[in-house]
Nanobody, 133 residues
Framework: QFQLVESGGGSVQPGGSLRLSCTTS???????MAWFRQAPEKGLEAVAC?????????????YYAEAIRGRFTIARDNDKTTMYQQMDRLSPDDPTMYYC??????????????????????WGKGTQVTVSS
């Protein structure tokens, strides 16, 4: 439904950091934005998600997958249509392809998991993160 553009991917040494960004073409802040990643020949893995539900009166709810908890941080810009993912202490074991997704109908308020990938209506093309010595 909307165009999402990821940026910020590249190459980094083990233990290094990168910051990804994702901007949606929607003028309305999505109710849920999320980062997924994928290893070769494997399925999508939810990385993190962040909500935006001002009508409910609840602040942003974030979820981080256990695999990256404590290393990655997500946030939205002031207009809530751009999402960032700060990635620290990157490892060669981390999957390389990262995808941004959003949906305006998902409440995204579950503090223990992100919505399933099929629930997101809009996806970016992906950006690659390579970790090597």
């Amino acid at each position: 439904q909307f165009q999402l553009v990821e940026s910020g991917g590249g190459s980094v040494q083990p233990g290094g950091s990168l910051r990804l960004s994702c901007t949606t073409s929607s003028r309305i802040a999505p109710a849920c934005m999320a980062w997924f990643r994928q290893a070769p020949e494997k399925g999508l893995e939810a990385v993190a998600c962040i909500s935006h539900t001002p009508k409910i009166g609840i602040g942003e709810v974030k979820y981080y997958a256990e695999a990256i908890r404590g290393r990655f941080t997500i946030a939205r810009d002031n207009d809530k249509t751009t999402m960032y993912q700060q990635m620290d202490r990157l490892s060669p074991d981390d999957p390389t392809m990262y995808y941004c997704a959003e949906d305006q109908g998902i409440e995204c308020l579950n503090a223990f998991s992100c919505p399933h990938s099929y629930e997101y209506k809009s996806w970016g093309k992906g950006t690659q993160v390579t970790v090597s010595s």
